[in-house]
């Protein structure tokens, strides 16, 4: 079609659709019944397209219809036009009901989100469980996500946020390591390597003690993310300042312990977030339910020691 042209006008849909019922049962009052219809609103229907194309689709008859040559041209390419309509709406809502999509930073993932979603899999098998990770706040309308677990204070526009747990900052690294350096103290720390050092909650908790950051030029490695610190801390290679709540298992099954006995708690916290448009939506309130609940068994196991709330984040 040149550019130029418009693209042509369609029939209504609600005319198109009765006359693929009537051409297929060749009965305006089978397509009535098949539609919910009365044999008077389908006759209307029909004459609206018929006044559209300017020919009679229908040759009427005291107890049926039969179609026109116009009617049977178009009767094949409408029917099967419809059906792909009918498909392809048909998977959209069947993956949409099974199909359960999470987006959640990296290192929430790894460490909290994945290794307890199994149970939510077993509990729940009629569900397809994604999870995408994502640096970026997500877009609820575009993204195809149904829920979020966010990192932040919690105040987002449009969506519901309930939290999941409170983030504390305290010193981890491996049991041998602690007893290796006779880590008991936070002055001890002073002498010991420190994992990503340049972090602002190393500053943050050595200054909630009353101590000077010590110096760790050329003595420390320094790793992105907090999942890569931990794991680097597990196999003794310094002592890391993380998120206990996010490594309750490691720290459960002793392949992590507390260097020194205090925490610093964070302004921001982890969030469960979906539109608040879709809040009574099944597979929403399930996994809501489930993950709140696994929240709160989560803290409820993980001992977090005498704390103060030191580490502010900027505004938003």
């Not at 079609?1 to 209504?12: S, V, Y």
């Not at 539609?35 to 008077?40: D, E, H, N, S």
């Not at 200054?207 to 950051?213: E, K, T, V």
Request: with cysteine.
């Amino acid at each position: 079609m040149p550019a130029h042209l418009p693209p042509p006008k369609l029939p209504p849909l609600a005319a198109v659709r009765v006359f693929e019922a009537a051409a297929r049962h060749q009965n305006f009052t089978r397509a009535a019944e098949e539609l919910g219809m009365t044999q008077a609103a389908v006759s209307y229907q029909v004459r609206l397209l018929e006044d559209r194309v300017g020919a009679a689709l229908f040759v009427r008859r005291p107890r049926q219809v039969e179609l026109t040559p116009l009617g049977q041209r178009l009767a094949k390419p409408v029917a099967k036009a419809l059906a792909d309509i009918g498909m392809v709406f048909r998977e959209i809502c069947e993956e949409n009901q099974t199909v359960l999509t999470i987006s959640s930073l990296q290192t929430m993932a790894i460490t909290w989100l994945s290794p307890r979603l199994a149970q939510f899999q077993m509990e729940n098998p009629q569900f397809a469980v994604r999870v995408r990770t994502s640096q970026h706040l997500v877009n609820f309308s575009t993204e195809g996500v149904d829920l979020a677990v966010r990192y932040g204070p919690g105040s987002w526009p449009g969506v519901t946020a309930e939290k999941l747990f409170d983030c504390h900052y305290a010193p981890l690294c491996a049991p041998e390591l602690r007893e290796r350096l006779q880590l008991r103290e936070a002055a001890d720390l002073l002498r010991a390597p420190l994992l990503s050092a340049d972090e602002t909650s190393w500053k943050v908790w050595f200054a909630d003690l009353g101590l000077d950051m010590p110096q760790q030029a050329g003595r420390t490695m320094s790793l992105e993310m907090q999942a890569m610190n931990v794991q680097a801390a597990m196999r003794g290679h310094g002592v890391t300042m993380a998120v206990p709540e996010l490594f309750a298992y490691d720290i459960a099954a002793g392949r992590l312990v507390y260097a020194v006995e205090h925490a610093v708690r964070d302004e921001w916290a982890y969030w469960i977030v979906y539109p608040q448009e879709r809040q009574r939506e099944r597979k929403i309130r399930l996994f809501r339910d489930w993950i709140l609940a696994e929240a709160r068994a989560a803290a409820m196991a993980l001992p977090v020691m005498a704390s103060s709330r030191g580490l502010t984040r900027p505004a938003p």
